[in-house]
């Protein structure tokens, strides 16, 4: 593992001192082995364990490539690793959403563009009006995808998208057993829709915290 882990190090260099860029294709296997002083087991290795986590693109009968290096890409290996969440932790999960949603919301209600904040609008629109949980707790998805998405930071998009999966199941259990839990959530999505509407980053910020709050209120009691 050592020797992976230079070989790994040493590929990684190349990338950040910008000797390659994204979408570059690297040397050939036997060239590159060679010069970095590596054994080619070491090299395919270290290739394997960067591709896992989208650094590098290995294309049958082509060649191997660096990504694109998006933000998306790269941490789509944090969305994998936070899957294993233990339920102990989902409380902690929710601090940190309830950090990182509120100011999403705000930089959404300043970048987001009309045509978006209709389609958000629309999102709302398309809950039924007795929806089950499943379907309230997806229509809540999609609507908070939609403002990390118009919040114009690829970076804060990717992650609030890698926390959604452990305070999913929260959510569900909190629509199952708290009343009034569509009514309030109906409400509060309407406000920050109007809010991010309305170019009001501050009470938009405000609103998203009290959603995202409740939620997490709800799980102290619970727990």
Known sequence: MAVTDAAIDKIKQMITSGELAPGDRLPKEADLAERLGLSRNSLREAVRALALIN?????QGDGTYVTSLQPHLLLEALSFVVDFHRDDTVLQFLEVRRVLEPAATAMAAINMPDEDVKE???ILDALPDDPSVEELVA???????????????????SLLDSL???????????????????????EQHVMICDAIAARRPEVARAWAT???AGVEEWLRRTL
């Open 164 to 186: 959604s999966g452990p305070t999913t199941r929260a959510r569900v259990w909190r629509g199952l057993t708290q009343e009034g839990v569509l009514a309030d959530t109906r």
């Open 55 to 59: 650094v590098l693109d290995v294309r």
């Open 210 to 212: 009290v959603h995202v």
């Open 139 to 157: 229509n809540d998805l999609r609507f908070h995808q939609r403002i990390a998405a118009g919040s114009g930071n690829p970076v804060l998009c």
């Open 120 to 122: 958000l609008r629309a």
